[in-house]
């Protein structure tokens, strides 16, 4: 009887804990939006950021959606090969990069590079006392160091995503007309001609703009209350991409519901 109390007790306690957290993470977050009007007065701290956190994705973004594109261009011939609807290569292709991959995958790969860097950077700034510093010089650092990564994260995740679509269309063409001998007219044209601005682009749009927003917004909030140390930052750093990634994967399928599912 006693070990079922301490077992309840314990999960209590952890439940508290989580939505301690949780509330500190939104106090958190409105602090960073009521930090977008100062921000405003000084663009060249969102443009740094955009090229820390943006620019230097690009060569992961553009790798991984180019070969993301050229397995799906290889795979999609040889299923659909099989129905002899090898022309409808090009749809398959951009509806799953725009609907699904190109989203999803770069907030994974967000996650993983420009998320756990934004992490570790909060919280050793917080571990060496740089933000208590900021403090006692009467500067807000929610103003002046988190709302200017969280928004150019928020801003990156759409442009690196339609970067990610755009190889990987790419990528599917040089396979499947390239190398397997699909009609290059053809692959174009049917693309064109299936492909929706509001049923498929638009909706993938809405999609990385909500991972941007998580994403970015976890980063920040697990650096920001990480426990100062050399272990609290590395917990962190690893509780960013695993929380960022169920996020992404959970909210996907959300918010497919919510656009397709009718």
Not at 66 to 74: Q, W
């Amino acid at each position: 009887m006693n070990a079922v109390l301490d077992w309840l007790a314990a999960l209590g306690r952890a439940g508290l804990g989580a939505l301690e957290r949780l509330g500190r993470g939104h106090l958190l977050l409105l602090g960073i939006l009521a930090g977008l009007g100062p921000l405003a007065r000084r663009p060249g701290l969102l443009l740094q950021q955009m090229n820390s956190v943006g620019v230097r994705s690009v060569l992961i973004i553009a790798v991984s959606g180019i070969f993301v594109g050229m397995v799906l261009g290889l795979q999609g011939h040889y299923i659909l090969s099989r129905f002899g609807a090898e022309a409808t290569l090009g749809v398959m292709v951009a509806a799953s990069l725009v609907r699904e991959l190109g989203p999803v995958v770069t907030a994974l790969l967000f996650a993983g590079r420009a998320g756990s860097a934004l992490t570790a950077e909060i919280g050793l700034m917080k571990a060496t006392e740089q933000l208590s510093g900021l403090e006692m010089m009467a500067v807000n650092p929610v103003y002046r160091v988190l709302t200017p990564r969280f928004l150019a994260g928020f801003l990156s995740m759409p442009l690196l995503a339609a970067m990610f679509s755009a190889l990987g269309v790419w990528g599917g063409w040089f396979v499947g007309v390239g190398l397997l001998g699909v009609d290059d007219g053809t692959y174009w044209s049917q693309m064109q001609a299936k492909i929706d601005l509001h049923e498929d682009i638009q909706n993938g749009v809405v999609k990385s703009l909500v991972f941007g927003f998580v994403c970015s917004w976890i980063a920040i909030f697990q650096g920001y209350d990480c426990v100062p140390t050399s272990e609290g930052v590395s917990r962190a750093t690893t509780k960013t991409v695993v929380h960022s990634a169920l996020a992404v994967l959970g909210l996907d399928f959300v918010l497919t519901a919510l656009m397709f599912g009718k």
